[in-house]
């Protein structure tokens, strides 16, 4: 056998690292056994991934020198998009504007850019609007028989389902327009729901496809232990139920979206949470001035674990740096709560600043430092560790501090490069 061979996995196709000798792997996300045949005997060892070079190959980043973008993909590619909005609603993390952003993301990539309706999977449904959702589902479709649950409760004395009951039929009838849409448990950003829905994304993408991945919701960080972080810690978006299931670190992020992305797929990550610079792991961050003038900084880790892709193009858009806190607030849209950063990123988009790459990020950065000077925003940090630290309570005041971060699996010209999903 081959050492240092990496074998896609036959389920996922995520790439694993084959031990020297070894005849079969067990991908560690899927479970799936991947069979080696041994062509020893036959024929010579081939290539291990001849798409992708390995990561010492790669040129040091130079803001002078760039890699030349690649072939462009197939114009009648499929495309998908995963949009994930939580508000933590009931909960002492409560968000006001997460929905909206996911609302109004859906809105941009189907009128702007053709990604069809019944190709984006939203997850926004929080679980205590299901269950309300479930209630006036079933009350629409048989409403003699939910009349009969009703006097049963009522006689049984059950209060509080009585009181759920009304709740939803007096205040949620006048929204649901689609109730069949909205009692899928599929929809309710749970961590297994947001892992499935990130397989679904690439799960058989081709060449020229192009795909998308957008979470408003929280972000925090952990200490890492592996030796693969550059300032020592883990990114990690926080689920609905975090609190009980845990995070999603961007190790996995990175192991289920970029590593497994083959040539010719494109793949956006638009990320509005905190400490978001580098979630997906990419292996280079744009850093940006205030003049616009940038380097590329090389973020591989030492440990020489590969954090690029198997050929396809990735290139992440988040809210703040790794450090920063982003926040949710009206400061921008002056009626209602939004996530800042998505709301710069849809605004750079309608008002013409959406050609290239770097002049999406300029327009995002320019509209967050003219709103930092006003104190009237009313913005709310969603870090986590903010809102801990606040007892839930959403701090006003104080302007917008955070700078949205482009990270990308290898260095480009961001001012020549056009901006396309």
């Known amino acids: 056998m081959y050492s240092n061979m990496l074998v896609n996995c036959s389920n996922c196709r995520t790439p694993l690292q084959l031990p020297p000798g070894a005849r079969s792997i067990r991908c560690a996300f899927c479970q799936a056994i991947t069979q080696i045949a041994d062509h020893s005997r036959n024929a010579p060892p081939p290539p291990s991934i001849p798409t992708t070079p390995p990561p010492s190959t790669i040129a040091p980043p130079s803001p002078y020198n760039h890699a030349p973008p690649g072939p462009p993909p197939n114009q009648h590619g499929r495309k998908k998009a995963v949009i994930v909005g939580i508000s933590y609603k009931y909960s002492r993390h409560e968000l006001k504007g997460c929905i909206n952003d996911a609302n109004c993301m859906r809105h941009l990539l189907m009128t702007k850019f053709q990604f ?60 649901v327009l689609h109730a069949e849409e909205e009692t899928d448990p599929y929809k309710i950003p749970t961590k297994q729901n947001m892992r499935m829905a990130l397989f679904w994304l690439v799960q058989g993408c081709q060449p020229g496809d192009s795909l998308l991945f957008h979470y408003s919701g929280h972000g925090s960080r952990q200490r890492n232990y592996n030796g693969d972080e550059v300032d020592g810690y ?5 689920p609905l139920d975090f609190e009980t299931q845990g995070m999603i670190v961007d190790d996995e992020i990175n192991a289920t979206i970029v590593r497994p992305l083959p040539q010719g797929v494109r793949l956006h990550a638009i990320i509005d949470a905190c400490h978001s610079g580098t979630v ?26 590969w954090k690029g892709t198997n050929g396809g ?109």
């Open 234 to 238: 883990d990114e990690t978006l926080c």
């Open 116 to 175: 069809p309706q019944e190709s984006i999977l939203m997850l926004t449904v929080g679980a205590v609007e299901f269950a309300l959702r479930l209630m006036l589902a079933f009350h629409l479709h048989f409403p003699r028989e939910s009349v009969g649950i009703l006097k049963l409760l009522s006689s049984c004395g059950h209060w509080f389902c009585l009181l759920l009951i009304s709740f939803a039929l007096e205040l949620l009838l006048p929204f």
């Open 313 to 421: 193009d990735v290139i992440s858009i988040s809210g703040c740096d790794d450090h920063q806190t982003s926040a949710d607030t009206s400061a921008l849209s002056k009626i209602t709560s939004t996530g800042a950063m998505t709301f710069c990123f849809i605004q750079a988009i309608e008002r013409g600043h959406g050609a290239t790459y770097g002049s999406i990020l300029n327009a995002m950065r320019t509209t967050i430092r003219n709103t930092a000077n006003n104190p009237g925003g009313g913005d709310v940090v969603t870090s986590l560790i903010g809102m801990l630290l606040t007892g839930g309570s959403g701090g006003g005041g104080g302007g917008l501090r955070q700078e949205p971060q482009l990270t990308s699996y290898q260095p480009f010209d961001v001012y020549t490069r056009p901006f396309s999903l």
């Open 280 to 305: 997906l792991d990419l292996p280079f961050l744009c850093r940006m001035d205030r003049n616009g003038q940038y380097v590329w900084e090389d973020h591989r880790p030492q440990s020489g674990i």
